[in-house]
C-alpha cells in the first residue's frame, strides 16, 4: 500500500518505481486520470527490455474499452519507446504482431485462453 509520505516524492517518482519493479506481479490500482494506463504501458516496456516476449507478459483490465486503449497505446508507444528507436521496421513490425496477438486483454479473455489452451492440449493428447 502506498502511503502519503511516498507519494510526497511526487507523481512521476511514484510512477518510475513502480515501472522499474521487474520481479513482481503489478496491480494498479487509482482513480481516474492518475496514470495507470501509462504505468503499464511503460511497465509492460521495461519487462521486453529485461528480455521477456510479448506472449510471455499478461497484462488486463477489466473492461473492453480499457484494454483496447491498454493494446493501443502499447502499440503507439513502440517506435517511440527508447529501447526500440531506431529498430529496423521489419523488427517493430514482427514486434507490434506479437504484442497484438500477445496476452493483453480483460481477465475473462485471458481465462478463456487458459480454457482454450487446456482444450486443445487435451485434444492432442486424445488423438495420440
Not at 35 to 57: D, I, M, N, R, S
Not at 76 to 85: S, T, Y
Amino acid at each position: 500500500m502506498t502511503t502519503n509520505r511516498e507519494i510526497e516524492g511526487g507523481h512521476e517518482a511514484l510512477l518510475a518505481r513502480a515501472v522499474g519493479l521487474l520481479d513482481r506481479d503489478a496491480i494498479i490500482v487509482a482513480n481516474a486520470g492518475a496514470g495507470k494506463t501509462y504505468l503499464l504501458v511503460e511497465h509492460y516496456f521495461a519487462l521486453l527490455e529485461a528480455g521477456l516476449e510479448p506472449a510471455q507478459v499478461v497484462a488486463f483490465t477489466f473492461t473492453e474499452k480499457a484494454a483496447n486503449e491498454l493494446k493501443e497505446r502499447i502499440v503507439a508507444r513502440l517506435r517511440m519507446h527508447p529501447g526500440f528507436e531506431g529498430l529496423p521496421d521489419e523488427v517493430l513490425r514482427d514486434y507490434r504482431a506479437k504484442i497484438l496477438n500477445g496476452p493483453i486483454g480483460t481477465i475473462h479473455q485471458y481465462c478463456l485462453r487458459i480454457i482454450e489452451a487446456s482444450r486443445s492440449a487435451g485434444e492432442r493428447a486424445a488423438v495420440k
